[in-house]
């Protein structure tokens, strides 16, 4: 926020969105991650034939990695659970080996019921030595694109509509002009200043905290807030309301 005074009988208030702004480039680079390192694809390849081995491969945008691990030291598979500290449970697919468990995928994810079955046709595979070929496959690539376009979706919209917000106050032409800029659109709203009575901080309260925001407030009782958010720091608000009540009293 930074106010301008040009003259005793015009001053003008600027604010500009840089924190919207930042938070919507934060959430377009989630979604970029989201893409390249968390949308993963594993297979699980298993032959007797040969050397009688598995191929463990993931599979990234950016990133891959592939293990050999031999059949003769595959134990069993088992799901794994973990439960995050809102009490949400995600699971994994774990092969236990002779040497140590090895995690199929990087991560945990919801969907039990198919990684049960995963884990149940792996260990078929190692209980019936009539079978000689096995291929499992964990694909999470569809997840990682749904979660990369809601977040690129959210960043984005709030890149372009974020407004650079102005409003000037004007005894020589007695108007209060309230513009409104952004990347994709463009308002300009006039009031005459004999409407207006003043201006006051409006809040807006979570359980957790509160934020604010300014308004204009004519003789009729209509609010026009100068931005469309609320966000922190009352006091830098209630500064400002003060400084256009005092140019409206002047």
Known sequence: MKISRHNADHISI?????????????????????????????????????????????????????RSIPINQLREAYVESNVDSEGDETYRVVLRTVSG??????????????????????????????????????????????????FAGIGSLMVLLSSRVTLDLDRSTGLAVLSKTSLVTRSREEYLLEDLAGAEVQESSSSNSSTYRVALVQHSGARMPLTGYYSSGYKAKQNLADEINKFLNG
Request: hydrophobic share 45%; glycine share 8%; aromatic share 8%.
């Open 14 to 66: 600027h604010f500009s969105p840089a924190f919207l702004w930042i938070i919507g480039a934060v959430f377009i680079l989630l979604s970029l991650s989201a893409l390249l390192f968390f949308g993963t694809k594993t297979t699980l390849v298993c032959s007797r034939g040969g050397q009688a081995v598995c191929t463990l491969t993931n599979k990234a945008m950016l990133k891959s990695s592939e």
């Open 101 to 150: 468990n090895i995690p199929l995928t990087g991560s945990s994810s919801s969907g039990y019921a198919g990684k049960r079955d995963n884990a149940n046709r792996i260990n078929a595979f190692l209980q019936s030595t009539g079978s000689s070929n096995l291929s499992v496959v964990q694909d999470e690539r569809l997840l990682a694109y749904i979660l990369g376009a809601i």
